[in-house]
């Protein structure tokens, strides 16, 4: 039940934001849904993604997982039925380049009435057996094993939106790329 969501804005510097994506473009682009990647985040009975054109001749790749997508992830070729609560992260790769990326996180058949804070962050990062902030990284120590990964003084990237509206809102009220650390 997409709802025509959108919102754009353009700069004098040529960067064009779309719900969340940042490319820069040419002044060609007057109308700015043409370089979406993803719909709008938000609150939503039913919602199928559907292939995004590339805007620079690229290859999309797509995660469902909250993973960051990388140049080897699958090509997201055919639209996608969100079934659940799922951090969607899309990007345009160019060769091995990022063109363009979005992140954005869809709530399936959720209702709230308190403002909610979406958090996504790569899960690898957080559970990784060696390499997870929540993992000892090391091969076994006994408590308190000062040599874990959680003991470790490390910031996370991390995306996050913020609905205040609750499910009531029409999408999120902000969205922002930033450090993560416990």
């Known amino acids: 039940c997409s709802s025509g969501k959108s919102s754009s804005v353009s700069s004098s510097s ?31 009975s039913d919602i199928t993604i559907p292939v995004p054109a590339p805007q620079y001749g690229g290859i999309i790749r797509c995660t469902f997982d909250g993973s960051e997508p990388t140049s ?10 969100v079934t659940k609560n799922t951090a969607v ?32 962050i790569d899960p690898y ?4 057996p060696l390499n997870g902030y929540y993992s000892q990284g090391v091969r ?20 996050v939106e913020f609905f205040e509206n609750g499910s009531s809102a029409m999408k999120s009220d902000w969205q922002i790329v930033a450090g993560f650390s416990i």
């Not at 992140?103 to 958090?119: G, Q, R, Y």
């Not at 990062?125 to 990784?128: A, I, T």
């Not at 000062?146 to 490390?154: G, L, R, S, V």
């Open 14 to 44: 040529g960067a064009v934001e779309t719900d969340g994506d940042s490319v820069y473009a040419s002044e060609d682009y007057a109308d700015a849904s043409k370089v979406r990647l993803l719909p709008p985040a938000g609150f939503y």
């Open 72 to 81: 080897v992830t699958t090509a997201f070729t055919s639209p996608y039925t």
């Open 89 to 120: 992260r899309c990007a345009e790769f160019l060769g091995d380049s990022v063109a363009r990326k979005s992140s954005h996180t869809f709530f399936i058949n959720e209702k709230v009435s308190m403002p909610v804070v979406a958090i996504s």
């Open 125 to 128: 990062q957080m559970f990784d």
């Open 140 to 159: 076994y120590c006994t408590e308190p094993c000062y040599e874990a990964n959680y003991w470790k003084d490390i910031e996370l990237p991390v995306h």
